[in-house]
């Protein structure tokens, strides 16, 4: 049987509002009450369980200051080996996913305030070596 794909559309969305949505530091609740809906709805739509209208996604897009393309950034774009790279490349939607939670917003904003791009560096290597030790 083969996976629905407007239902992994319907998830890229959805987590594309949850990601936008925690880089606002806005909860569930504050969002839904600005589109006049429960919180148990908003998170359907994050979820990918309820598909959002086009007019629901206008009004989504406005609420949360972005451009209604930015809900379909990157979604569901092939994934494309690297011939130089031993290992392919990291999904867009594994990224869009980490991104969507509060550990990754947390994450990513610490690390953009490191100014030091040789200190980045050796932080990426220091997590790498972590994950690669099994931790």
Same mark, same amino acid.
Do not use: C
């Given at each position: 049987? +083969?996976?629905?794909?407007?239902?992994?559309?319907?998830?890229? $969305?959805?987590?594309? $509002?949850?990601?936008?949505?925690?880089?606002?530091?806005?909860? =569930?609740?504050?969002?839904?009450?600005?589109?006049?809906?429960?919180? =148990?709805? $908003?998170?359907?739509?994050?979820?990918?369980?309820?598909? @959002?209208? $086009?007019?629901?996604? =206008? +009004? @989504?897009?406005d609420i949360l200051q972005v451009p209604v393309g930015f809900f379909f950034e990157a979604a569901l774009t092939p994934r494309r080996r690297s011939r130089k790279a031993e290992a392919p490349a990291p999904d867009p939607e594994y990224i869009s996913e980490f991104l969507a939670t509060a550990e990754g917003i947390?994450?990513?904003?610490?690390?953009?305030? @490191?100014?030091?791009?040789a200190l980045q560096r050796r932080i990426i290597r220091f997590v790498e070596e972590i994950a690669d030790s099994g931790y």
């Open positions: 049987m +083969q996976a629905d794909p407007s239902k992994a559309g319907d998830k890229h $969305v959805g987590a594309r $509002v949850r990601m936008r949505r925690l880089m606002l530091s806005m909860s =569930q609740e504050k969002l839904a009450d600005a589109l006049a809906l429960s919180f =148990q709805q $908003v998170q359907k739509y994050e979820k990918g369980t309820d598909r @959002i209208t $086009v007019s629901r996604l =206008q +009004q @989504i897009s947390w994450l990513a904003r610490a690390f953009m305030r @490191i100014k030091r791009p």
